[in-house]
C-alpha cells in the first residue's frame, strides 16, 4: 500500500472512531435523561438489563452475512430477520387490536425472546396485559420497560398505559404522577388528558376538574392529523358524560352520551368496550340503573375477556346482589 492509501485507512478509522464515540455519548445521556424521566414517573426501577442476547444474535447474523460467499444467500441472510420482524410485530399489533390477547403476547414473546430488554416491545406488552385486565402483571413490565427506555417517546408510552393501569387499581396518586410527567414531554398527547381526567372520575372527586382536561384532550384531539384511534373521540365523550353525570348535568350528559354513541367504531372490541363502560358509569352517577345495566352489558359482550369487559361484569353483579 502506498503512503497515501495509509493515511486514508488511517483517517478512516479515525473517522468511525470519534462516531462511535459521539453516538455513544449521545445515547448515553439520551438513556440518562430517560431513566431521570422514569424515576420522576414511577419513583424506584429495576435494573437496567443491557441488550447483550440482540449485540450477540446481531454480530452473528452479519458474521454469517460475511463468511458467505453467494450474493444471493448474502441478501437472504440480510433482509429474512427484518422481514420476520416486521411479521411478527404486525401480527402481534393485529391480535392486540381484534381482541385476541393470548396470542397478541404469543407474538410478542417472541420478539422479545429475540431482544428481551427492548423497551418498545415491553411498553407493547404492558399494553396487551393491561388491555386483558392482569393488571398487576402489567404493572411489572411497564416498570421494566422505563427502566430500558433510552428516548422520551418510549417513556411517555410506558407511563400512559402504567397511569391507567394504575387508576384501574385505585392508586390514583401514582397514577396522575406518572401522566403529569407525562403531559411534561408531550403536552398536547389527547390520552394522556382523558386518562388523567379519569383518575378523578374513578374517585368521584373534582368533576369540573377533569371536564377542563377533557375539553383540552379534545381539543387537541380535533387538532392533529394523527388519531390516536378509531375511537379517540368517542371515548372522549363518553369520559365527558360520565363528568357530566357527576355534577348533575343530565342534558349536557344526554347529549355527550349521543355523541359518544355516534362516534363509536366496533372494529376494535377493547375500545369500544370501553365506550359501553365509561357510559355505564356515567348512567350509574346519573341514577339511571337500567340504562347503566344495559350499557354494562354492551361492554362486557364487546370484550368479555378484556379489561373493561371484566370491570364491567364485576359491577353488573355489584349492581344485582
Known sequence: MSTLQWLGCIAGLWFAYVVYRWRRDVIHQRRVRARDLGHKAAGKLPRYDPPLRLIALTGIWFGSAYLVRSTQLVWVLLGLPPAVWLLLGAAERRSLRRAHYSAALRWNGLLLLFAPGAARRLSRRGEILLSAGRLSEAVE???????????????????????????????????????????????????????????????????????????????????????????????????????????????????AVRRALESADESEPSQIAGVHFRLGMAFRAASQADASLKSLEDARVSDPDGLYGTLASEAIAKARA
Open 141 to 255: 413490565v411497564l416498570m421494566k420497560a422505563l427502566a430500558q427506555g433510552y428516548t422520551e417517546g418510549q417513556q411517555v408510552q410506558s407511563m400512559e398505559s402504567l397511569g391507567k393501569a394504575l387508576t384501574v387499581q385505585g392508586h390514583y396518586e401514582g397514577a396522575a404522577r406518572a401522566l403529569n410527567t407525562a403531559l411534561k414531554v408531550m403536552p398536547r398527547r389527547s390520552r394522556l388528558h382523558e386518562a388523567l381526567a379519569e383518575t378523578s372520575l374513578w374517585q368521584q372527586a373534582k368533576p369540573d376538574e377533569a371536564l377542563n382536561i377533557l375539553n383540552r384532550a379534545f381539543d387537541y384531539e380535533s387538532r392533529t392529523r394523527h388519531k390516536t384511534g378509531p375511537n379517540s373521540f368517542a371515548i372522549i365523550w363518553a369520559a365527558q358524560a360520565w363528568a357530566r353525570a357527576q355534577l348533575g348535568q343530565s342534558d349536557a350528559m344526554m347529549q
